[in-house]
């Protein structure tokens, strides 16, 4: 697993990359928890590379997005398909994350006044 | 594959996460070969995956100095997987099956599985240990399901 951060237009962009089980999701976790720390308005996770995901990995997001609520903050996931959606649609998870298709539209949702 | 033909293999593994990824590698080969497409594969996969998951965690604690054995038979109609481990069994409550709380962590390792086999079933009567069964059936393989050979 790698995880790559980068600041687009004041938000957060993760991209994580390869695969991601219960060996590596603890490093995902720290990574994602230390955002919602230090209160990160919006942050969009790049699951365009994912090779393989479970639900520790899902849990960890799950964790996020529960905190990430808790100050009005904006968690996007863009680029998954395949494996990376598999879980979230086993897991009945897909209708609670907001998808998008790309960064540039989760960029969008993430200035947009409802959510800014 | 020839016709009837039921090949066998079996890893011992380190009850540790890092051997995960080696587990997923041999046994997406493994269903490559018996003809499984790609999406099927990515669901044993992460079936199984789940499976070992859980009896690292729950069954071991994290401990990694266990073993666990992952034994795959491979039928022309299906891929049958049994996980064997030598530590205390289940409770058996925590086993049935359960409405899922998406939001709530934890506990969704079960659910996959059941979503992404044909059949789970349990063997506790080992005296040490449990040996869980996980069956996939290949589509369009032909034959009724839950014949036995």
Known sequence: MRVEQRTVNGAQVLAVSGEVDMHNSPALRTELLDLVERRTKAILVDLSDIEYIDSSGVATFVECLREIGTYGGFLGIFGATGAAMDVFEIARLDQVFRFFPDEGTALQAAAAPENA | ?149
């Open chain 2, 1 to 149: 594959m020839a016709a009837g033909q039921v090949d066998e293999f079996k890893l011992e593994l380190p009850s540790d996460p890092r051997y995960l990824a080696m587990m997923r590698a041999v046994v997406a080969a493994a269903a490559e070969a018996a003809g499984f497409d790609e999406e099927e594969r990515r669901r044993i996969v992460l079936g199984l995956c789940e499976a070992a998951s859980n009896v690292i965690e729950h069954c071991y604690g994290r401990d990694p100095s266990c073993r666990f054995e992952v034994r795959c038979r491979l039928h022309p109609d299906r891929l049958e997987i049994f996980l064997r481990d030598y530590g205390p069994k289940p409770d058996v409550d925590r086993l049935k099956e359960r409405e899922i709380e998406p939001l709530r962590p934890g506990g969704l390792g079960l659910h996959v599985i059941r979503e992404t086999m044909d059949e789970v079933e349990y063997d506790l009567s080992h005296a040490v240990g449990t040996e869980m069964r996980m069956v996939k059936y290949r589509p369009h393989a032909g034959g009724a399901r839950g014949g036995t050979e």
